[in-house]
């Protein structure tokens, strides 16, 4: 089970923590990664972590958005920055099925309820 946590409305330049708290099974274990799903839209990969640590990010986020695991609080992070108004969407945290990543939705074996995050302008 992956529950997520800490998105909100914020304005244009804030910032907000998003957590993923992972129960069942060990975070390491698999890539780890946040989708988010602007309404209308299907969902888009924001930032992914492996096993191995790797971190990647889509273009649009890179240099504000950073994802970080903590594997003592089997917990997944993802720090967002300098928030614009297209950040908006709802934002969820994915379990992978190997250790490493892709962008693909479907190499995802389990999905967070969702958090939603508002950054207005």
């Known amino acids: 089970q992956l529950v997520e946590s800490g998105g909100g409305s914020v304005q244009a330049g804030g910032t907000l923590r998003l957590s993923c708290t992972a129960s069942?099974?060990?975070?390491?274990?698999?890539?780890m990664a946040w989708f988010r799903r602007i309404a209308g839209s299907e969902r888009q990969g924001v930032a992914r972590?492996?096993?191995?640590?790797?971190?990647d990010y889509a273009e649009s986020v890179t240099g504000r958005f950073t994802v970080s695991r903590d594997d003592a609080k089997n917990t997944l992070y993802l720090q967002m920055n300098a928030l614009k108004s297209e950040d908006t969407a709802m934002y969820f945290c994915a379990r992978g099925k190997y250790a490493g990543c892709t962008w693909n939705p479907e190499d995802y074996l389990s999905w967070g309820q969702g958090t939603q995050v508002t950054v207005s302008s």
């Open positions: 069942g099974y060990s975070l390491r274990s698999n890539c």
């Open positions: 972590i492996a096993t191995f640590s790797k971190t």
